[in-house]
């Protein structure tokens, strides 16, 4: 009773979207798609929630069909898009009461399943929607989302925007909901929240690169990383690219992530290296494979 999804397409015109993706999320999962902008993440999720239809391909979300059964679909689901698209001049108290009349259900048969999300905004429950901050708006609108308790949850990129604090608050709200039996798919461009969910499908210009746990993307990693540093950062990443072992360099936060064609990699030859390029504090250690470096290994 999760989501099935066969060999979907769809293109705007001569642009392809998305192409012949396929994947499945169990009942109760919380399940990650992991990309960058213009991947076709959305595009995904507006078929899933019956909001396009593909061109070709099939899916299913908690027994129905997208196409055939769309008024079950949209009875079932919640959907938060990436786009805070609640009414704006009304208050929080009222767009809660709003979704949930639209549903045929009152925020009182439900209040257990939003009360833990709620209680966060309800000091300011007659305040308008449009002058909260962007973490309140966040919640609010999970809250309208949950409010007929729905048995699959789609988030499209609901993190976007938002401060660090209110990111980390909001993946441990998805997490109690998923212990209450909902099923989560969750789109995001951030690869560090792609390790808080039980699998991941990693998609780049329409297409999956691979599906699985981020535990098991992140052990196929082919080789040993290192991060690399030095007094000049700019001159280190053009010299490590000339560097005739280089096998890939990717700037990474304060370091380079730096990986070499070679089994036996001596990172004092590398050093030599940069030394006579006059490069100086030179910093070379391994580090671990992190979910961003298997993506872009797989984006090749």
Known sequence: MGITVKHISK???DLKAIEKISFDVKEGELF?????????????????????????GSATVAGYDVVKDYLDIRNHVGYMPGRFSLYQDLTVEEN?????????????????????????I????????????GGMKQKLALCCALIHKPKVLFLDEPTTGVD?????????MLKRLQQKG?????????????????R???????????????????????????????DNMYELILNLN??????????????????????????????????KRNLKNIIVKQTQTTIEDAFMELAK
């Open 122 to 133: 309800e000091p300011f429950k007659d305040r308008r929607a449009g002058k909260l901050s």
């Open 32 to 56: 990650g798609l992991i990309g960058p902008d213009g991947a076709g993440k959305t595009t995904v999720f507006r078929i899933l929630t019956t909001l396009l239809i593909a061109d070709e």
């Open 182 to 198: 909902i099923t989560i798919l969750v789109s995001t461009p951030y690869m560090d929240e792609a390790a808080l969910c039980d």
């Open 242 to 275: 000339e560097y005739e072992y280089n096998y890939s360099v990717h700037p990474f936060g304060e370091f380079i992530h730096y990986t070499d064609k070679r089994e036996d990699f001596k990172p004092q030859e590398l050093i030599q290296f940069l030394e």
């Open 11 to 13: 293109s705007y015109g």
């Open 200 to 230: 991941i499908a990693l998609i780049q210009d329409g297409k999956i690169l691979e599906i699985d746990t981020p535990e098991a993307i992140v052990k196929h990693y082919p080789k040993k990383i290192y991060d690399i540093s030095s």
């Open 164 to 172: 660090p604090v209110s990111r980390k608050e909001f993946w441990e």
């Open 96 to 120: 809660l009461e709003f979704f949930a009349t639209i549903f045929g259900t009152t925020v009182k048969e439900n209040y257990e399943l939003i009360k833990d999300i709620y209680i966060q």
